[in-house]
């Protein structure tokens, strides 16, 4: 592959396996890099692709972007790091009255994942989906009563949270045919302190903050070619189904396929931006233009909504629209290759689909006509009665989840300092993560625990390239 790319803090890998340094360079002054002759497997993000594998990783711009989506993504960097306090005040103002975290990277940060609270004292990236039985309006999940559809549990002075989280992990050991044994910590989550009595019955669904980069190229592959990946009737007979999820979009009041977040429940990153600020930090934007505590006793009185404008939706929006990927290191590691193969064989790839294109994206150009490889078909899937939430969300029942991207997966250790996976951070390391999954996952799972330890130490390496 013979290219010219703009590459930042550059560590840049040939097929011979040396390595090329260059010096690190601002976000806005990328070194440019000419005939350079590089595996296609190492551009994970295609074009957009960033050649970093330090704790800056995830926090560069796409390396094709142009002049005007550049001076975008320095302001909606300067958005997604802005800290909001109680109001009234001259800057930030408009936290809460209630809220989960008070700036976008404190859930994201370094734009990364993050990690699992070891307890309920600071939650960190985790929060809580809450809903009761039926549907609203719009066919998504029914709010909870007294509560909303998200719990929050901080508030501002003279407030109280809606109520506070206790979080215990049960150990239970496993065993690879191989006599080796492995530990699955699961979970146990109450809530106390509560405002009010919180109702007998209800359905919640733990969350924790993934990774923001990327996302601007999984906006941009088409609805057809995500929808191609899926056979909801699993007419192939390889026990995968895979079935798009079509959600509600308050902007064009339409239904759209969702995309976004555990259960693809968001149609695209505008909306995804904007309903963090008001559930996440109770910031309120023209199209979310209610409190999140509105209707409760501890709402507030102000007459400041929206608390942002449009614009700045729009910016934050776009800088994770315009967030590079990270590229894929060890490629041609014989190891590395060996657990490709595994990856394969075990059809971890019929989920985690290895490649995709995107297609035109008017709004962000450099996302436009890309081969990337990002591990994700963007698709539900039923993942077994161990990691089922039982939350229905639009067209996701209690045991589906959208399939995340594996893209830069290996780099969370050196980037977020922690290797805490799955939806609720419950994994501590890749292969508890992958022995977690069942249901639709369950003969990739049982392929993987039947390996040797050669073989699975191998997949794991793999994994870790990404």
């Not at 809580?128 to 509560?147: A, H, I, K, T």
């Not at 007459?303 to 629209?321: G, I, K, N, S």
């Amino acid at each position: 592959m013979t290219s010219q790319f703009k590459l930042n803090f550059c560590v840049v890998p040939a097929l011979a396996g040396t390595l090329f340094f260059f010096a690190s360079c601002k976000k806005d002054a990328p070194v440019l890099i000419n005939e350079l002759e590089i595996s296609d497997e190492y551009f994970s993000g295609g074009e957009t692709t960033v050649f970093n594998n330090g704790s800056t990783a995830f926090e560069q711009p796409s390396t094709n972007c142009n002049s005007t989506e550049l001076d975008m993504h320095t302001e909606g960097d300067a958005a997604f790091e802005a800290v909001f306090v109680t109001a009234p005040a001259t800057v930030g103002s408009g936290l809460g009255p209630l809220f989960n975290q008070n700036a976008c990277n404190s859930c994201h940060p370094r734009n990364g994942r993050s990690a699992a609270p070891a307890n309920g004292t600071d939650l960190q990236g985790l929060l809580f989906r809450l809903s009761q039985n039926g549907v609203d309006p719009n066919g998504g999940p029914m709010p909870l009563s007294g509560f909303g559809g998200q719990l929050q549990t901080k508030s501002v002075f003279s407030y109280q949270p809606e109520a506070k989280v206790d979080i215990n992990y049960i150990d239970q050991l496993h065993q690879f045919i191989n006599g080796e044994t492995y530990t699955l910590r699961q979970p146990q989550y109450s809530f106390y302190d509560s405002y009010i009595p919180m109702p007998s019955s209800y359905n919640y669904s733990p969350r924790i903050a993934p990774p923001v980069f990327g996302l601007g190229l999984l906006e941009a592959v088409t609805e057809t070619e995500i929808l191609s990946y899926a056979d909801v009737n699993d007419v192939n007979g390889d026990g995968i189904s895979g079935k798009p999820n079509y959600v509600y979009d308050h902007i064009t009041q339409q239904t759209k396929l969702g995309r976004f977040g555990w259960k693809a429940s968001e149609p695209t990153l505008y909306q995804q931006a904007a309903k963090a600020y008001n559930g996440d930090m109770g910031v309120t934007s023209p199209y979310f233009n209610l409190e999140n505590s509105y209707g409760q006793t501890q709402t507030d009185t102000l007459t400041d909504d929206p608390e942002v404008d449009d614009y700045t939706v729009v910016l934050t929006a776009f800088y994770t629209q315009s967030l590079a990927v990270p590229a894929r290191r060890d490629v041609e590691n014989e190891t590395v290759m060996q657990g490709k193969n595994i990856f394969k064989a075990a059809n971890c790839s019929g989920c985690h689909r290895m490649q995709m294109q995107t297609g035109n994206s008017p709004t962000v150009p450099s996302a436009s006509n890309q081969t990337i490889r990002p591990y994700t078909d963007m698709l539900l899937h039923d993942m077994g009665p161990a990691l089922a939430d039982n939350m229905p969300v639009f067209n996701a029942n209690g045991q589906e989840w959208r399939t995340p991207p594996l893209w830069g997966i290996g780099l969370t250790r050196v980037v977020n300092g922690h290797t805490n996976f799955l939806h609720d951070g419950r994994a501590r390391n890749l292969i508890e993560a992958v022995m977690w999954h069942g249901g639709e996952a369950e003969a990739s799972k049982n392929y993987v625990k039947n390996l040797s330890k050669e073989d699975r130490d191998a997949l794991i390496k793999f994994l870790e390239s990404l």
